[in-house]
């Protein structure tokens, strides 16, 4: 079984500070690793996937995200927020090596950008 | 342009009716799924798909039903037994061998009368 935990459901920064988004994940088998990110009323968008390989992974708009085994954790992060960040980020693990991959996602962290 | 299409965008229900949500794509993907989202619980898989005329339950089946005929099409049906239907409905699909990268339909947002 999977699991995600993402840690703050709401996070505010200020325009032009970093932005870091907490994920830690539980999986029995190596899992691969998603941000997605949504803005108001509308579906989500791929930030950024780890599958196997380089442990920091990069993403759109300036994102990455580091997988740490031993820490369990994919923590999403910007060096300087933008006004056009504040949406709601979403991880989500699935089982490495299959071909289709149920999805199981966190309950998400809301982030504010304050101008 | 590739992608998701969800219809409609607002629906509303009636009590002790059955609602019938839209999905299609032309991504040529096998996989396609439906989850349900409410506010501060993430995403919940209800059911999904991996091939024509086959699919599965998922975390939170009941009061809902699919069909898949066509490869592009995979329509949800949130029927009377769903007593609290209010929620917005995300459709994806996903490609095989794609690393389980799934893509996102825009949503319907579904409320009840």
Redesign the interface.
């Known amino acids: 079984a999977q699991s995600?935990t993402q840690l703050g459901?709401h996070v505010s920064v200020s325009e032009g500070a970093l932005v870091l988004l907490r994920c830690n994940y539980s999986s029995s088998v190596p899992p691969?690793l998603?941000w997605?990110v949504q803005y108001p009323?509308?579906?989500?968008?791929?930030l950024l996937?780890y599958?196997t390989g380089a442990t920091l992974v990069k993403g759109i708009n300036g994102f990455e995200a580091e997988f740490k085994k031993s820490e369990t954790s994919f923590h999403l992060t910007k060096p300087s927020a933008h006004m056009s960040d504040a949406a709601e980020y979403?991880c989500a693990v699935?089982?490495g090596g299959?071909?289709?991959?149920?999805?199981t996602?966190?309950?998400?962290t809301i982030l504010t950008v304050h101008p | 342009d590739g992608g998701i299409t969800q219809s409609p965008k607002y629906l509303f229900r009636k009590e002790g009716q059955n609602v019938t949500l839209s999905c299609e794509q032309n991504l040529n993907h096998d996989a396609m799924y439906w989850y349900r989202q409410d506010p501060g619980q993430g995403l919940r898989l209800i059911y999904y798909s991996q091939i024509v005329n086959d699919f599965q339950k998922g975390d939170i089946a009941e009061g809902y039903s699919v069909s898949r005929e066509k490869k592009e099409s995979f329509p949800l049906t949130v029927t009377s037994a769903q007593k609290n239907p209010t929620a917005f409905y995300l459709c994806a699909s996903s490609p095989t061998g794609g690393g389980n990268i799934q893509y996102f339909g825009a949503g319907t947002r579904l409320s009840v009368l």
Request: no cysteine.
């Open positions: 995600v459901s691969y998603f997605y009323n509308q579906g989500l968008q791929l996937k599958t979403f699935s089982e299959t071909s289709y991959g149920k999805l996602f966190g309950q998400g």
